[in-house]
Structure formats: structure tokens, C-alpha cells
């Protein structure tokens, strides 16, 4: 039942006026759309940098140095996310917002011009889907340093490699697969995500998922959104393939379960 | 003596990211005290417990949140059942299209969640089932699924087939080896699951906002709230679930802890 279901769903996708391989759907919704599409790729591809800069250090951090505590600063950074996604970008607008602390402080220090904002930028979208995501990057990274055996990073240092040498040679590519799933985890929700774009910019940093959106709920222009969310999807699952091929998808699966 | 010194800049770095991780909840805590001048709750204009004291004074919030609670009692129970089953079948049979099914669980943790909402929406389109509660209801469950699937088929994969042989020797049958047996051991895992399915309901604003129809839960009426005012209920119930569901975390670490140390 629960494969039918889910059969059904990845057919409901085609256009449904009428069924006539209306192929024009998708080459409009490319060509009308080509901006938003380069757009999420760019803020995605972003965040899920930024998003995999804050959390290696951080799941290194937890995975080596958190001793008996290592579970209890796993529940500190899942925690925040217990506070629904909207209250929490709800929030990154007043820090962000005009008369906000973030903005006086970059305004004292002149990083930002008296006339400057932060709130409607593209900096703060990239902010708050890097934030948003965050936890899908920490948890895996997490998984995969902690599997990590101290032994081989000893072994390296026996046999005279420095600490920066047995990091780069040792510990980062034994904890690949973590930064795979993280990478992944990270992309694909960013990549579909509209409620950043429109809580902390302006229309002209929507996203794809903006125009997905309002083509359904508000215009619908049901075939055009179908269209643009099969593209989606279909680059997506383009993506997910190659990864799923590099990693095997059981070390895919023992990442994403946290 | 670099050594050391680079130790504490991993350090600092570490706590820099959790205060970064906390600075938005700390705002929303902070703000579910303030007492607004306007409608909007973004400038702080004076402490008042009146916010606490009447957390569902807001028209239309009290309905929402009961809605929330409602779909994710049921969509949690549902899923944790179907997906428990599905679990046990993927670990225990290679069946005609398990790898097919094993491929298919990680689809909607895989796609976004606009395209799950969407194409479900489709969906409901095509067979002209009106949107609303019951439509709510399938999305949720739907998608709790692959994530309860995902959380107990781990607690399996470790699971010791011998324990359940063992009973089947001591003269007890299938289904007494399954409630008294294999149920107890992965009971953990059915719990965390259930858990999980039941925090990622209530959580959910994108696939819920597709479906919806004219039901409104509570992350749909935050949303539809932003638009005209932020009214600091709103963070009020933010807060209040916060700190119940990271309260029962932080116990059950504890515990974890102080039995370890025991141990």
C-alpha cells in the first residue's frame, strides 16, 4: 500500500489539465525561471560551504574533545531545532533587522555603510538557510568522526607525520562519508527551501522554490509547477546518484540516521 | 605551548557555534517576555509575565495548536506502526523489490520538501480529495515513515537473531517470541522513532502548507501571523516546547550518564 502510494506520487508530478506530453512546460518553466534555478544553486552551494566550515570544527570538537559529555552537546546542537524552523528565521529577522545589534556593531565598526542593511540581502538568506540546515551537517560529520580509531591517528604521529599532516592524511579522509551525507543533507533541503528567501529578503532573492511556490498556491499554474518541481527533483536525484555511487548506500544510510 | 594554544582556539571555535546555534532561541525566549508596543514583536519595549499567563489570549491560536498536537499524535502513531512493519521486513526478507522498497524509503527524506508537499498536492488534485485535515494527516504520515524505518531498522541491524532462536528452543512460538522477545529489544528504537516522527509533525510548515486547505496548524498560523503581526504568543509556545522537549533530552543524557558511571 505504502508503495503504491508512493508510486502514485511520482507520477502525480506530470501535468494534469490534460495529458498530452506538453514537453513546452519544461523548456517555458527553464527559460522563464533560469535566474531563480542559478540563484538556488548559488545560495545553496553557499550555505552548505559556510554550513561545512562552522560544523567540522565543531563535530571534531564534540567527537574528540567531548569526553563523557559527547551526548549532552549533541542534544546543544539539536536543541535550537526544537523550536519550530519559522519562529527560528522569525528570530534571525529581528537580530538581523535594521535597528539590530548585528547592524550597529558592523555599522560602528564601518564594514557597513550607515545607509546599509542587512535584512532584504542575499547575506541574509545564505545566513539563515546555513543556519537553518546546520544540524544535517553537524549530525553526520559527527557519526563519522566518532568512528574515527584514535589508533590510526597515533600510528601517524609514530611514524613522524605532524598534526596537521596525520589531520589531512588520517582523520579528513576517514571522515569523507560523513562529509558526503553532511553535504548532501545540507543541499537538497536548501535547494527546495522558499521560506528564507522570503522572510529575510526581498523578491529579488527568491529562489526556485519561491516561484514553485506561489505558481501552485497563489497563480495555479499547475502544470508550470510541476515542471519546475520535476527539474528540480530530477537534478537533485542526478545528484544523489553520483553521491550514493562514490559512497555505497548503506554508508549513505548510516549517516543519515542519527 | 602552540600545541595548547591551538587546543583552545578549537575551543573557543566550538563555543562560538553553539552560541551561534543559540542566539536565535535565546531572542525567542527573550522576546516571549517582552510586552510590544505595535503589533510587531521585534523591538523591546518592556518585560511583562502577560505573555505567559495568557498564551492562548491570541484569536485562532489555541484551535491551531490543538490541530498540531492532533495530526501529530495520530500521523506519529501511524507511521511508527507501518514503518516499524517495514523495518522488520527490510532487515529480516530479501523479498521481490526490497532493494527497490530500501531505495524508495530515502526518497522523501531525499527530495525536498516543496517537491513532497507539491507532488502530493498533485495528487489529492487528481483524485479530487479535498484538502484539509485528512489530506494533512496522509502527508505527515507519509513522510514519517522513511524516518521511522530509518530509526528502527537501525536498532535491528544490531539486533542477535540467536536470542530469538533460544526462545523458539524453550518451546515458545512465533508470536510469543515476537511480543515477548523481539518486541522488548527494539522497543528503544520504536520509541525514539515515534518521538522523532511526533517532533517532525509538529514541526512541519512546507508539505503541511501545501495540503492544508483552510485547516491551519500552529507553523501554518505563525506563518500567516508574520504577514500581519508577530504577536509574542507566538514565542511563548515557541518556548514552551522548547524547553519540554530539550527538558526530557537532557534527563534522559543524564541518566544515560549516571548509569554509565554506575555501571
Excluded at chain 1, 533541503?189 to 529562489?207: C, K, S, V
Excluded at chain 2, 571555535?13 to 531572542?27: D, K, N, T
Aim: charged fraction near 10%; hydrophobic fraction near 55%.
Amino acid at each position: 500500500m505504502y508503495y503504491l502510494a508512493k508510486m502514485s506520487l511520482e507520477q502525480g508530478l506530470f501535468p494534469l489539465f490534460s495529458f498530452e506530453w506538453a514537453w513546452s512546460n519544461f523548456s517555458d518553466a527553464v527559460s522563464s525561471y533560469h535566474a531563480q534555478f542559478v540563484r538556488s544553486l548559488e545560495y545553496a552551494g553557499l550555505a552548505t560551504a559556510i554550513a561545512l566550515l562552522i560544523s567540522y570544527p565543531l563535530a571534531y570538537w564534540i567527537a574528540f574533545r567531548g569526553g563523557r559529555w559527547k551526548n549532552l552537546f549533541l542534544v546543544l546542537v539539536i536543541a535550537p531545532f526544537f523550536v519550530t524552523y519559522l519562529i527560528r528565521t522569525l528570530a534571525w529577522q529581528t537580530i538581523l533587522s535594521d535597528g539590530g545589534i548585528v547592524v550597529t556593531v558592523l555599522k560602528d565598526v564601518h564594514i557597513l555603510g550607515s545607509d546599509g542593511r542587512l535584512l532584504a540581502t542575499s547575506a541574509a538568506v545564505v545566513a539563515g538557510i546555513t543556519y537553518n540546515f546546520l544540524p544535517f551537517m553537524v549530525l553526520p560529520l559527527y557519526v563519522s568522526l566518532e568512528q574515527v580509531d584514535h589508533r590510526l591517528i597515533e600510528a601517524a604521529g609514530d611514524l613522524y607525520a605532524n598534526r596537521v599532516v596525520s589531520f589531512f592524511r588520517v582523520t579528513l579522509p576517514l571522515s569523507l562519508p560523513g562529509v558526503f551525507a553532511g553535504v548532501l543533507l545540507t543541499f537538497i533541503p536548501a535547494m527546495g527551501d522558499f521560506i528564507n528567501a522570503q522572510l529575510l529578503g526581498t523578491p529579488r532573492q527568491y529562489m526556485i522554490g519561491n516561484v514553485i511556490q506561489s505558481e501552485f498556491l497563489s497563480l495555479r499554474e499547475y502544470p508550470t509547477a510541476a515542471a519546475l518541481s520535476f527539474i528540480l527533483m530530477g537534478g537533485i536525484l542526478v545528484l544523489v546518484l553520483i553521491f550514493a555511487r562514490a559512497l555505497g548506500t548503506d554508508r549513505l544510510t548510516a549517516g543519515a540516521a542519527p | 605551548m602552540i600545541a595548547r594554544a591551538r587546543r583552545h582556539v578549537l575551543d573557543v571555535y566550538a563555543v562560538l557555534a553553539l552560541g551561534y546555534l543559540f542566539l536565535p532561541i535565546a531572542i525567542v525566549i527573550a522576546f516571549s517576555f517582552n510586552n510590544p508596543l505595535g503589533r510587531f514583536n521585534y523591538t523591546w519595549s518592556g518585560f511583562t509575565f502577560q505573555n505567559w499567563l495568557h498564551p492562548l489570549a491570541y484569536p485562532g491560536l489555541g484551535g491551531a495548536i490543538r490541530v498540531s498536537l492532533e495530526i501529530a499524535f495520530l500521523s506519529a502513531l501511524v507511521a511508527t506502526a507501518f514503518g516499524t512493519l517495514i523495518a522488520l521486513a527490510l532487515v529480516r526478507y530479501r523479498f521481490r523489490g526490497s532493494s527497490t522498497t530500501n531505495l524508495l524509503i530515502f526518497v522523501p527524506m531525499t527530495t525536498p520538501e516543496i517537491v513532497m508537499g507539491a507532488s502530493l498536492l498533485t495528487l489529492f488534485l487528481n483524485w479530487k480529495i479535498p484538502q484539509g485535515f485528512g489530506t494533512i494527516l496522509i502527508a505527515h504520515i507519509l513522510f514519517n515513515i522513511s524516518y521511522v524505518v530509518v530509526t528502527v531498522r537501525a536498532r535491528l541491524v544490531g539486533f542477535d537473531r540467536h536470542l530469538e532462536e533460544a526462545a523458539m528452543d524453550l518451546g515458545a512460538n512465533e508470536i510469543v517470541t515476537f511480543f515477548r522477545v523481539t518486541l522488548p529489544l527494539i522497543a528503544p528504537g520504536i520509541l525514539a522513532a515515534g518521538l522523532l516522527a511526533f517532533a517532525l509533525s509538529v514541526d512541519d510548515f512546507v508539505i503541511t502548507y501545501f495540503n492544508a486547505g483552510t485547516v491551519t496548524t500552529f507553523p501554518l498560523f505563525v506563518w500567516g501571523a508574520a504577514r500581519v503581526a508577530v504577536p509574542p504568543q507566538i514565542n511563548v509556545i515557541g518556548t514552551a516546547f522548547f524547553v519540554i522537549a530539550v527538558g526530557g533530552m537532557l534527563a534522559n543524557v543524564l541518566l544515560q550518564n549516571r548509569r554509565a558511571r554506575n555501571a
